[in-house]
């Protein structure tokens, strides 16, 4: 363990302790006597003296110093008792510290350094072993009462968690602490007498990754749009970064895409965030992620257990999962075996005598009549009880909607080797009858020609076999066992006879079919004749949707097509319909029912693949990142010789959309949509990567972007389902100069499950966990790209409306938006909806606005007549003035414009905006305001003159009338102003002489 810094003037006196490992700042000694054999005379001394010496006295056997180079003195910074944990510190010491020590001048600061740091670490492992924040909260109100301190941040800006690290300056490091908050990361160091002190925003945040640099090897990096920050030495890299990238991915979510991604519910609400809340959230989307859960599932209990595996004839070592509505079983290593009961599934759930051979076992037994057995539970007791009680409310819920059919059972039968693992067929009769207009796929009335009927015939048959086997041993449906065979068995591609089946078992949209009966039907009744705009682009991709496939060429194709588009459209308006959605629901209707189709296509667009398809594909487009970082870690030398991966990145995006459907032969596609349903994206991933590396040589050799796409292009035109593919036809002869060079032979081909197989050998590797914490760092650059694209219109909407410089409108912009943020960080939710939520589907200029408060914030800031105790009067006019639309908001383009007018128009114009600001409608009758802006007793009865710059001094009144007339004759005004009346034009002329503009020199007469 660390230890606060103490000095040791002989760092070996009377030879009592051996040097295990040195370097120039630091030094491993090991108490002589430990762990030696030979029973050395000085060893036994040394193992009396400490023996004899009272527990105060004794010292651990290992320890390690700071020395400094030319000095006597060191300093114990660690000791333990286990080797492994020494190791442990003095390799973090080494990977952190000894790199960055060098560039100290003074040796008196490399000591002040070190001891600074060690003191964080060593209050880092105290904060890290108690129990949780909120279990401690003198300690975490002492932390908070110093953030609020040194940054001074109002008390709602909530306090997450702080990290002892360091913050470089070119190559110096500053020791301190890192305070992350639900809006800001914050940094304050005190050393050597200076300090340092600063706060990001997470909406600035556009970048968050790890580096390695020549004195670090592993540092955090922040990237904003201004500049960049980077931090080392935490004593938990993993930890720090992982709560980092939360907390900007929650915030920019919250703040600059609140209505389009599905943001859980809990992290909605900021005052609900602590550290441990993004744990559970963090364990909870992984979850989702591996058994492609629905998303409104809440995870309950996480305990470690074996459930027994009868093909394996042994227990399986794992973590169970349970959420609302499942059970879900990981083994350790990922993809190894797996298993996802639904609750609906289960008839009860019992506990069994525990034995030495089986400890704490549960017994879950399900209606096919098979049961899983459940050893090792820690807390088994208050798990089954969590467990049955939301299984009797599952079942009372059934029973209220489902009375045909009691689901509980006074004797369950299950058992462990013999069961065959096939429903009843009675059962099956007994089955709710489904009202669908199709009752049947597609493909059973409408086949696509096939070169070689009679051969793929046989390896239909030959796949059935297969997977018949499969089942007796591994289980059939949705609670079946799911290992690296089955893995194998898909990468062969489903035989289509099972294809339907085998999608709606690996999507469960099985159990969601069965809890929902004559839910589609009802959604198609009441879906006809409404008519919206994702009606009018579904009648428009239609035909569009596998035009050479027979089934779609004929009115039952098009109108189960129609039916379970606009259904879904009418049961998610959120998203309702976005391209793709008709390739991915033609293909489910050629597999699967009608109804069965629907389920699929809610379990792609809800479950599989989360926010792709609303209204700007982001959810797409973050798997795009991921891809484009896959590429550089996973293939290298490709990413050498194209330093650019966006073309690449660009063309997968009909990769993700459209799981290949769009780019790769039918029936090729569709065994990598098999590989999707058992897979989950990870499959599209894999397949990726193995088509940039089978073309590898082909692409780095490539002369531009287009031939890149046109290899790729060929290279997937040419990937083959059969095992004997029919001839190629001959192509047109080409002259050797006009080959392009790099271009593989045409009539070379690949076949599929080749291609998958080699995706799965080569990339099978990537997990579930990497790419979703891939997707939380990535969602940080798309959102801030598309708050860039934001920016970028807004502005170009607005310039030619003003004259204000490109730099100083961007400036204007960034401080309206900050001031909009505010209210969302601080916010006491009085404010209007708008204020709530940023819309991203609104105009450019109207994504952001302020309301009256926020207004006068940005008034006293920016405008350059400030009239004293007056100013927030005229700031409330002119608020009223611009709020034209009287909802009580004020878009950009016409802050600007405003702006626009103070800053740099005509002095006529300046004095048209003060004159309208005296009547109606920006002075109302129920304006509520003490000013003597209001009350014309107060005004001065000396008049107002003007000098002018030849030194001739005008009436004011005089002038103002003049520049009224002016104004009246330009061709550009379209109507006179309104009249004024008497108490008006005392006050207008108060307020003139008040708000002097920098341009002329007021001066009262005398």
């Known amino acids: 363990m660390w230890l606060n810094p103490e000095e040791v003037l002989l760092k070996n006196a009377l030879k ?3 040097t295990e490992k040195s370097n120039d700042f630091f030094i491993l000694q090991r108490r002589r006597g430990h762990g030696d054999s030979g029973g050395k005379f000085t060893g036994l001394l040394v193992g009396a003296l400490d023996t004899v010496l009272d527990s105060n006295a004794r010292v651990t056997p290992f320890r390690i110093l700071l020395q400094v180079p030319g000095s ?8 333990g008792a286990a080797v492994e944990d020494m190791n442990r510190h003095w390799d973090w010491l080494v990977q952190n510290l000894l790199h960055s020590l060098s560039v100290f001048e003074n040796k008196e600061d490399v000591a002040s350094f070190v001891k600074g740091k060690v003191k964080g670490l060593i209050a880092e492992e105290v904060r890290g072993k108690q129990a949780a924040q909120e279990e401690d909260p003198e300690k975490f109100r002492e932390v908070l009462l110093k953030f609020e301190l040194r940054f001074g941040l109002p008390s709602s800006e909530k306090l997450v968690t702080t990290y002892s690290c360091c913050c470089w300056k070119g190559r110096v490091p500053r020791h301190g602490w890192l305070y992350l908050s639900i809006n800001h990361m914050a940094f304050y160091s005190f050393l050597l007498g200076k300090e340092v002190k600063f706060v990001i925003p997470w909406a600035e945040v556009t970048r968050l990754e790890r580096v390695s640099t020549g004195l670090m090897t592993d540092m955090v990096r922040v990237t904003t749009r201004r500049r960049q920050r980077d931090f080392s030495m935490f004593l938990s890299m993993d930890e720090a970064f992982g709560v980092m990238g939360q907390l900007a991915d929650i915030a920019l979510q919250r703040l600059l895409d609140s209505g389009g991604l599905e943001l859980d519910q809990v992290l909605q609400q900021s005052s609900n965030i602590t550290k441990r809340v993004l744990e559970e959230q963090a364990l909870r ?40 509505s499942y059970l879900c079983f990981a083994s350790r290593e990922e993809g190894h075996c797996s298993l996802l009961i639904p609750l609906s599934e289960v008839i009860s759930i019992e506990k069994a005598e525990s034995t030495s051979l089986l400890p704490n076992p549960v017994i879950v037994s399900v209606r096919s009549k098979k049961a899983f057995q459940l050893i090792e539970l820690q807390d088994r007791d208050s798990l089954v009880d969590s467990l049955t009680s939301r299984l009797r ?21 299950y058992t462990f080797y013999y069961d065959t693992m096939y429903c009843d067929g009675e059962e099956i009769e007994e089955r709710p009858l489904r009202h669908t207009v199709n009752t049947e796929a597609l493909i059973a009335y409408y086949h696509h020609s096939q070169p070689d009927s009679n051969n793929s015939t046989t390896m239909e048959q030959v796949k059935e076999r297969l997977w018949d086997d499969h089942f007796s041993a591994y289980g059939r449906g949705v609670h079946m066992f799911r290992t690296e065979k089955i893995q194998k068995l898909v990468a062969m591609g489903i035989p289509e006879s099972l294809r339907g089946e085998l999608w709606m078992t690996f999507s469960d949209s099985s159990s969601e079919l069965a809890s929902h009966p004559d839910y589609y039907s009802g959604l198609v009744t009441e879906s006809i004749g409404h008519s919206s705009l994702a009606t009018e682009e579904i009648e428009r991709d239609l035909h569009r949707s596998l035009p050479d496939h027979p089934a779609f060429q004929n009115v039952t194709g098009i109108a189960a097509l129609r039916r379970v588009l606009t259904a879904y459209a009418h049961r998610n308006p959120k998203i309702g319909y976005c391209q793709s959605m008709n390739i991915l629901a033609s293909v489910l209707l050629l597999y699967t029912k009608e109804e069965e189709a629907f389920w699929l296509l809610v379990a792609v667009c809800e479950r599989m693949l989360p926010d792709y398809f609303n209204r700007r594909v982001i959810g797409a487009q973050v798997d795009q990142s991921v891809f484009e970082e896959l590429i550089q870690e996973r293939l290298p030398e490709l990413a050498e010789h194209i330093p650019d991966l966006s073309p690449l990145s660009s063309l997968s995006l009909s990769w993700f959309l459209t799981l290949f459907l769009s780019v790769l032969p039918f029936r090729s596609a569709v065994c990598v949509v098999d590989c999707f349903f058992f897979h989950g994206i990870k499959a599209i991933f894999q397949l990726g990567l193995a088509v940039l590396d089978a073309n590898a040589a082909a692409l780095g050799a490539s002369a531009d972007d287009g031939q890149a796409l046109m290899i790729l292009t060929g290279f997937l035109d040419r990937v083959k389902y059969d095992e004997n593919p029919s001839p190629p036809a001959p192509h047109p002869p080409s002259s050797p100069s006009g080959e392009e060079e790099g271009s593989p032979p045409a009539e070379l081909h690949t076949l599929i499950t080749d291609l998958i197989t080699d995706s799965y050998e080569k990339f099978g590797d990537l997990t579930v966990r990497q790419i979703e914490r891939l997707r939380c760092r990535h969602r940080i650059q798309v959102l801030q790209a598309h ?37 969302l960080y601080w916010g006491d939710g009085s404010t209007t909806v708008a204020l709530q939520h940023h819309d991203p589907g609104q105009p450019y200029v109207e994504q952001y606005r302020v309301d009256r408060a926020q207004f006068k914030n940005l008034y006293v800031l920016l405008v350059p007549w400030l009239c004293g105790f007056h100013t927030d009067t005229v700031a409330h006019r002119t608020f009223t003035l611009l709020d034209q639309d009287r909802d009580l908001l004020i878009t950009f383009r016409k802050f ?4 626009d007018t103070l800053y740099c128009e005509e002095l006529n114009e300046k004095i048209r905006l003060l004159y309208r600001l005296h009547i109606p409608p920006a002075l109302t009758e129920s304006e509520d305001d003490p000013s003597p802006l209001k009350s014309p007793l107060l005004s001065t009865t000396r008049p107002l003159h003007i000098e002018m710059p030849n030194e001739e001094i005008r009436d004011y009144q005089e ?43 007021l001066a009262k007469g005398t």
Request: charged fraction near 20%; charge should be negative.
């Open 896 to 899: 600007a414009g405003w702006l």
């Open 393 to 413: 409310a599952l079942q009372w819920k059934h029973s209220m909607f489902h009375s045909k059919k009691s689901l509980t059972s006074s004797s369950p039968y």
């Open 959 to 1001: 002038q103002l009338k003049q520049m009224l007339k002016d104004l009246a004759q330009e061709k550009n005004v379209e109507k006179p102003l309104p009249l004024m009346n008497q108490v008006h034009t005392i006050t207008f002329e108060k307020d003139n002489h008040l708000c002097s503009t920098p341009p002329i020199s």
């Open 16 to 18: 009592l302790w051996v």
């Open 787 to 823: 708050e860039d694209i934001t920016k970028e219109n807004a502005l170009r909407v607005v310039t030619p409306d003003v004259s204000l410089s490109p730099e100083n409108l961007a400036d204007v912009y960034d401080l309206f938006k900050t001031e909009h943020f505010i209210n």
């Open 285 to 324: 989307a992984y979850v989702l992620a591996l058994f492609r859960l629905p998303r409104a599932e809440c995870l309950q209990e996480v305990a470690l257990c074996s459930v027994w595996t009868p093909h394996a004839r042994c227990h399986t070592a794992g973590t169970l999962y349970t959420t609302d």
């Open 72 to 79: 006597q003195v060191s300093w114990t910074i660690a000791c």
